[in-house]
Structure formats: C-alpha cells, structure tokens
C-alpha cells in the first residue's frame, strides 16, 4: 500500500505561483510513477501533469504546459508541482496520484486517472482575477 499526502494549497491571486507537494509513504517509492490531477466545482477530474518512474520522462495537460512543472525527490519520497503564472480556471482540488504501473516501462508516465491505484486527499488551489 502506499499513502498520499497532497500539501501547499492556498488562496493565490491570478498571476501567481504555488508549489503542490505530495509526501509518499509505503511501499518503495522510486518504484512509482506518479501524477496530478485536478477538479473545479460541477466538472470532471482532469489530468494535469505526471512523472515516470525513473524521473525521466513529464508529461502535461495542454491547459498547463508551459506554467506547471512536475518534479521528483526520491530521497524525500516526495513529487512536486510548481504552478506559475495561476489563472482564475487552475481553480479546483488538486490531487496527487500514484501507482507502480507494473505492465509499464520506467519511462512511461501515466495521463489517465484509472491507471493510479493510489489517491491523496486533495489539495484546495484558488485563484482570484
């Protein structure tokens, strides 16, 4: 099992940045490929960004590409989303995901929700114009 726990949300006026931090805990994580995702009142989840499990290969939601930049720290158990240059439509709950995607290649990163066993709390992200 592993344990996700999403951290560094808060309330941002547009133009800003933040850090999304997500702590693991569990099982190895070096061997997990992780991700985020995201949920605004009344839409779906949508995909944001995700990492490999060898850290080599990112991926990113159009919408973001550009402003947000995944990171991992292996000796921190740890994966990162710096989000810049915040809009008032990054607004949502920010969730960490993970799994060891074990039919995968180290540098596959995952893009849909259904390929992530194991889910954080979430994290609240608003924006203000």
């Known amino acids: 099992q592993v344990q996700l726990v999403e951290s560094g949300g808060g309330l941002v006026q547009a133009g800003g940045s933040l850090r999304l931090s997500c702590a693991a805990s569990g099982r190895t994580f070096s061997r997990l490929a992780m991700g985020w995702f995201r949920q605004a009142p009344g839409k779906e989840r949508e995909f944001v960004a995700a990492?490999?499990?060898?850290?080599?290969?990112?991926g990113y939601a159009d919408s973001v590409k550009g402003r947000f930049t995944i990171s991992g720290d292996n000796a921190k158990n740890t994966v990162l989303l710096q989000i810049n240059s915040l809009k008032p439509e990054d607004t949502a709950v920010y969730y960490c995901?993970?799994?060891?995607?074990?039919?995968?290649?180290?540098?596959?990163?995952?893009?849909?929700?259904?390929?992530?066993?194991?889910w954080g709390q979430g994290t609240q992200v608003t924006v203000s114009s």
């Open positions: 990492i490999s499990r060898n850290g080599g290969n990112t």
């Open positions: 995901a993970a799994d060891h995607l074990p039919s995968s290649s180290n540098s596959y990163y995952a893009k849909r929700g259904e390929e992530y066993a194991y």
